[in-house]
């Protein structure tokens, strides 16, 4: 959409803008194309050039003028996204086309056979198709008019929909406004697929499974469902995204002027050039059926490597006026056809239900199967979250189950085949007590978790000293799962404080302890005394609390007591911290027991005191930075404050926001999710050493 010169035009306005520099109310016009602009980047092309804290301060300069000067609002300014409560209700709405089904194959014979057809009907010995992704996600139909968004709706029943239209507007890769009208188009209705990439995906599971809510079995669930809630605020939380990969109709402006656009790839093109996300990177035009073979074959090897989930492929006849000529059935165009990819779906028994306990006390049923082979593992264990899930699933120990996995996504029972019971299987009894310690289990009204409530179970101490000493918390090598359970049973180790305290020399009568292994552990645990506030936020394991959310506390605190003092509303005041992070952080705080923790905690020297964080200016502004591996020439710490000495930041983990992953030695799963990233851009460190010179 953007060529070189308007984006360094549109650099040139960020750095105006964000030096307060502009002119708010003879330039307003010129702040809204820059934040749509920085949406595009970060949305469409995922390949952010400003960082979020620099969007928001541009968004927020926008937001203030037009609550002062309401008039001068437009329809489309970036503002306009938010919505203003819960949606009563969807009502139907009837497409401007019909959304019909596509004809599935499965099999290079039904491609062919499909292709004959097409060669039959259409005349030609041979015929050009378009071959794109097939998106795993949520249909949707979009209206424009006069070049604004009007309505967003499900696909329905083909011909009637849910009109979701404030809900679309939370996805930010859908433009409120396009330059239609250039194009000699006055309404025009685009079809596409709502998506939830994996990354999202991982963390919207990881929250539900924190709650004690079971996750969901694929992204487009999770996209569909997103769709259909009434609360918008929490639609746009989700992050969801917009394909858009068919104009379904087109209405001209000037009915005398043609639009000159012949063929799907160049109507894709269209759409890209106007700011939407069109498969425009990953669509291909071929010549002939076996060049979509191999172009399927290709992909197929590829699709776990996407940052999306796509089921398939589809091929349509590339030139429009051939599809007119192929026409439609009652059920489906004639000019285009899905290949369906194998499914990732095998069938077990579930032959036991072992129930397991985490650091919060929660116990979580793990359903023992046997080990079926599907999406590339080998499978034996499913979690199976909690007892409602049991229940809606009407799960059985005996029953044959129909299990699923899909890409990264942890593996799912979909369902309980009941038609094959023999009247042999049992009922799945759920524990009244605590399977380790026999304390009664809890549940609260709003969880459908049960819980152990005795802080001082000896399952749940070991799991939080495990978290304690964990990579990204206080990072104490040498004291792994294995030696934390040992010494445990051994007695050495007590709880989290202990770990401080317990004779480390005794060890030397320890199997697997040599003098060098008890001078690394040594070691380990000294320097993990000088670890950063936020590290020690997140090794404390408070619910909800992850890397980011410690981080963000980590900056606003100058000492770690002082979240002693702060009401829930104070703690909601911070970035990222919503009703159920506070609430948390609260309850932790005044908590005896965890204050006299702290304060052992404090005696042997860990870090306990922080510095607000204070934004540099550098070569590095607007730049986002992750490290993984080993560095040789500096300590990671010492990396990481270089970046921001020189105006960049540091995220908690890998994602589209990210923009440089400096890969030292040894380097892990980091590296290899960035790599499925293609706006990642990878350095060694010496090339991260070179960029410091800037």
């Given at each position: 959409m953007y060529n070189n010169e308007q984006v360094k035009h549109f650099q040139q306005l960020s750095h105006k803008w964000l030096s307060n520099k502009g002119d708010i109310h003879n330039e307003i016009d010129e702040l809204r194309d820059l934040l749509r602009f920085h949406e595009h980047r970060y949305y469409v092309e995922n390949d952010p050039l400003i960082s979020d804290y620099e969007y928001d301060s541009l968004y927020k300069v926008l937001e203030t003028y037009e609550k002062k000067h309401p008039e001068f609002i437009t329809k489309d300014s970036p503002t306009q996204r938010v919505g203003s409560g819960l949606i009563k209700d969807f009502p139907k709405t009837q497409h401007l086309v019909p959304m019909l089904s596509l004809e599935n194959s499965y099999n290079d014979e039904d491609l062919q056979d499909w292709d004959r057809k097409v060669k039959e009907l259409s005349g030609l010995e041979e015929v050009e198709y378009s071959v794109e992704p097939k998106f795993d996600g949520a249909s949707i139909s979009l209206i424009y008019e006069n070049d604004l968004l009007v309505r967003g709706v499900t696909r329905g029943d083909g011909e009637t929909g849910d009109d979701i239209t404030p809900n679309v507007r939370q996805i930010k890769s859908i433009p409120l406004s396009a330059d239609f009208s250039k194009h000699n188009i006055s309404q025009i209705e685009i079809r596409g697929e709502i998506l939830m990439n994996k990354i999202n995906f991982k963390k919207y599971n990881d929250s539900l499974m924190e709650e004690g809510l079971p996750p969901l079995a694929n992204p487009r669930n999770a996209a569909a469902g997103?769709?259909?809630?009434?609360?918008?605020?929490?639609?746009?939380?989700?992050?969801?995204?917009?394909?858009?990969?068919?104009?379904?109709?087109?209405?001209?402006?000037?009915?005398?002027?043609?639009?000159?656009?012949?063929?799907?790839?160049?109507?894709?093109?269209?759409?890209?050039?106007?700011?939407?996300?069109?498969?425009?990177?990953?669509?291909?035009?071929?010549?002939?059926?076996?060049?979509?073979?191999?172009?399927?074959?290709?992909?197929?090897?590829?699709?776990?490597?996407?940052?999306?989930?796509?089921?398939?492929?589809?091929?349509?006849?590339?030139?429009?006026?051939?599809?007119?000529?192929?026409?439609?059935?009652s059920h489906h165009p004639r000019w285009a056809i899905a290949f369906k990819f194998k499914a990732r779906q095998a069938t077990s028994k579930l032959i036991g239900v072992e129930f397991q306990l985490g650091r919060t006390g929660a116990v979580t049923p793990v359903a023992k199967i046997l080990p079926v082979h599907v999406g590339g593992v080998t499978v034996s264990s499913i979690s199976i979250h909690n007892e409602d899930y049991i229940q809606e699933k009407n799960l059985k120990i005996g029953d044959q189950i129909l299990i699923e996995r899909s890409g990264d996504v942890i593996p799912q029972i979909v369902k309980s085949l009941t038609e094959l019971r023999s009247g042999e299987e049992t009922d799945i009894d759920f524990p009244k007590n605590c399977p380790i310690c026999n304390h009664t289990l809890h549940k609260t009204e709003d969880e459908a978790v049960w819980r152990c409530i005795n802080f001082n179970c000896r399952a749940q101490v070991v799991e939080r000293i495990i978290h304690f000493v964990s990579k990204d918390a206080m990072d104490i090598k040498s004291l792994g799962e294995a030696n934390i359970r040992k010494f445990y049973e051994l007695g050495l180790l007590k709880d989290v404080p202990s770990i401080y305290e317990f004779d480390i020399e005794g060890l030397k009568n320890t199997e697997g302890f040599g003098v060098k292994s008890i001078s690394n552990l040594k070691d380990a645990i000294e320097k993990s005394k000088t670890q950063p506030l936020h590290r020690l936020i997140y090794a404390l394991g408070i619910r909800y609390v992850g890397e980011t959310t410690a981080k963000t506390i980590a900056q606003k605190i100058t000492d770690l007591f002082e979240l002693k003092n702060k009401t829930e509303e104070n703690l909601m005041e911070m970035e990222d911290v919503g009703v159920k992070v506070a609430k948390s952080?609260?309850?932790?705080?005044?908590?005896?027991?965890?204050?006299?923790?702290?304060?052992?905690?404090?005696?042997?020297?860990?870090?306990?005191?922080?510095?607000?964080?204070?934004?540099?200016?550098?070569?590095?502004?607007?730049?986002?930075?992750?490290?993984?591996?080993?560095?040789?020439?500096?300590?990671?710490?010492?990396?990481?404050?270089?970046?921001?000495d020189h105006g960049g930041e540091i995220l908690g983990g890998v994602s589209s926001k990210l923009n440089f992953l400096v890969a030292g030695e040894d380097a892990g799963s980091k590296l290899e999710k960035a790599k499925k990233i293609p706006s990642i851009k990878i350095l060694t460190e010496e090339e991260f050493l070179n960029m410091l010179a800037i």
């Open positions: 997103s769709l259909r809630i009434k609360d918008t605020a929490i639609v746009r939380r989700r992050n969801l995204e917009g394909f858009l990969y068919h104009v379904s109709f087109i209405s001209p402006l000037d009915k005398n002027n043609k639009i000159s656009i012949e063929s799907h790839t160049e109507m894709l093109k269209l759409l890209w050039d106007l700011g939407f996300r069109s498969p425009q990177k990953e669509i291909k035009k071929v010549k002939g059926i076996q060049e979509v073979i191999k172009m399927i074959n290709e992909f197929e090897k590829e699709r776990d490597n996407l940052p999306y989930e796509i089921d398939g492929m589809v091929i349509k006849v590339n030139q429009l006026d051939l599809q007119e000529k192929l026409g439609i059935t952080i609260y309850e932790f705080f005044h908590n005896e027991d965890n204050i006299a923790l702290l304060n052992r905690l404090k005696s042997f020297g860990l870090q306990m005191e922080g510095k607000v964080h204070e934004k540099c200016e550098g070569g590095l502004t607007g730049q986002t930075f992750l490290f993984t591996g080993t560095l040789s020439k500096m300590k990671r710490s010492e990396a990481e404050q270089k970046v921001e």
